[in-house]
């Protein structure tokens, strides 16, 4: 059975008093959880975030980490860095890394296989922009972007691995794919894992959706039979919004 998982990206959001807050709030709603619940706040918050989260059901993760072990390379994070503060997953690869910090497919492999190198899980995100949709060329890109990157890897690090499909037209715009959209690629994108790896393998990822999922929509999209959870940017910000969208996933 694949994993139902519900993720909230908290981006540059939140200072400490406000990180804390929406923790304790989270934790007040988040009682128990059959599915699996994810955030991930900043990096200065993160040690505080694992020890708000020690008893409860969310876990904390990074939103980005640098693609050496350690070293000369001022003001990035390491692997080693968010293991030793009890994060054990990070995001990879977001469209906002890859817009506005110009990483690229080959930087993203790299960090993906020293992630998997160090047992660190990745939720990698991926996706076309409007003008690929526009063109129909979304299932082109999304292929390629898989391509240069998740199936270069060995078959046995790909349990260690979430997809995060955010089309980049649906990000923090307010427009969402539809939930035949989405069902859509997220078929596509178990069809590639499968012909590249195996069925077995296709079956066991899980693939979230991502871009303007809100309390109203949530529910359509997570009842596709692809779509395994979200990550949701804007929405994870209020407490109880994120708390609705877990329970339409639960
Ligand atoms: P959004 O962001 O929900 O605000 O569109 C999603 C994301 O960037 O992961």
């Known amino acids: ?28 709603l988040i009682t128990d959880s059959k599915i699996e619940i994810i955030i991930a706040p900043s990096f200065p918050f993160l040690k505080i975030a694992v020890d708000l989260t020690k008893d409860s059901n969310i876990e904390v993760v990074s939103q980005n980490v640098n693609d050496n072990s350690n070293g000369a390379f001022t003001g990035e994070v390491s692997i080693s860095m968010l293991k030793s503060i009890g994060v054990n997953t990070t995001l990879i690869g977001h469209s906002e890394r890859r817009a506005y910090y110009h990483e690229n497919d080959e930087l993203l492999l790299k960090k ?41 890897l060995d078959e046995s690090s790909i349990n260690n691995i979430v997809l995060a499909y955010e089309p980049v037209w649906a990000i923090g715009t307010g427009e969402t ?17 499968s012909e590249n790896f195996n069925e077995e393998i296709a079956n066991n990822i899980a693939i979230l959706y991502g871009g303007s999922v809100k309390p109203a929509n949530a529910a359509e999209i997570f009842e596709k039979k692809d779509v395994d959870g979200g990550l949701i940017g804007g929405a994870a910000l209020n407490a109880s919004d994120f708390f609705n969208i877990i329970q339409a996933n639960s």
């Open 1 to 28: 059975m694949r994993k139902k998982i519900v993720a909230g990206n908290w981006k540059m959001n939140n200072d400490l008093d406000q990180t804390i807050k929406l923790i304790n709030e989270l934790k007040s």
């Open 177 to 193: 794919a539809t939930s035949e959209q989405a069902q859509e690629m997220h078929q596509f994108i178990r069809n590639c894992i």
């Open 112 to 152: 993906l296989n020293l992630a998997v190198e160090n047992k660190m899980r990745v939720i990698f995100c991926f996706g076309e922009e409007l003008s690929d949709r526009k063109s129909e060329m979304h299932f082109d890109v999304v292929k390629n972007q898989l391509k240069n990157t998740i199936l270069k």
